[in-house]
């Protein structure tokens, strides 16, 4: 399958720090991309969808002044997380979509947050 | 939306057959999924069903029943690496997945 990365793996923040988090795609172009995150025990939730060179499309109940993204190229996403807080921690976790066959979304390995 | 429903855990035994079911509603069906994920990992993508029937794909096999909102995984063979949670998602028109909320399966020697 395709490869799909995240940096960082793990990040520990301050509480109204602000924290960047990058997705790769890193062998096919990657038009539109999905942000997700998992809270423990819990499944995957969307987030937004991101389309290269266009504005994010948000879920309903995600505020997009805090959680701002950019997919300023068709093989990277960034997901900024703005003034975070303790209830911010979660698995972020990244998708791209291929876009052929059945279309199916590949995941980045995800991206562990602690906000302190 | 998408409720999907499956159930939380399962146990069984090295060399058995486990059989994870999957229920949903949905509006603008356009394809399931079936996941596997360890802990603490991403999602690694099982299998896809769009039309009716089964796929086999080595020891995993999905089946899906438009009509009947209803899609199973059969994991035949159990290896201990199989104890995993397994998400059932479910695509719509504008290719978004919604998940379960996941089935742990554990292997036991």
């Known amino acids: 399958g395709a490869v799909v990365s995240q940096h960082p793996s793990r990040v ?3 509480s109204g720090t602000s924290v960047k988090i990058e997705c790769r795609s890193l062998d096919f172009q990657a038009t539109t991309m999905f942000w997700y995150r998992q809270f423990p025990k819990q ?3 969307l987030m937004a969808t991101s389309n290269e060179g266009s ?5 309903q109940g995600v505020e997009k002044d805090k959680f701002l993204i950019n997919h300023a190229s068709l093989t990277l996403s960034t997901l900024t997380v703005t ?3 303790p209830e911010d921690s979660s698995f972020y976790i990244c998708s791209s979509s291929s876009g052929t066959g059945f279309n199916e979304q590949y995941f980045g390995p995800g991206t562990r947050l602690t906000v302190t | 939306g998408q409720n999907i429903d499956q159930p ?6 090295e060399g058995a057959i486990v059989q994870i079911n999957c229920t949903y509603q949905t509006s603008g069906f356009n394809g399931l999924f079936w996941y596997q994920q360890h802990a603490g990992e991403a999602p690694t993508f099982l299998s896809y069903n769009v039309l009716d029937g089964l796929e086999e794909k080595g020891r995993f096999s999905s089946f899906l029943s438009r009509s009947k909102g209803y899609s199973y ?7 201990m690496k199989d104890s995993a949670s397994y998400l059932c998602a479910v695509r719509d028109k504008n290719y978004k997945l919604s998940f ?3 089935t742990t399966v554990t292997v036991r020697a």
């Open chain 2, 8 to 13: 939380t855990e399962m146990t069984a035994t």
């Open chain 1, 12 to 14: 520990i923040c301050k």
């Open chain 1, 43 to 45: 499944s995957l939730m």
């Open chain 1, 83 to 85: 003034s975070a807080h």
């Open chain 2, 73 to 79: 995984l059969l994991l035949k063979e159990l290896q």
């Open chain 1, 55 to 59: 504005k994010a499309t948000y879920e």
């Open chain 2, 100 to 102: 379960g909320a996941g």
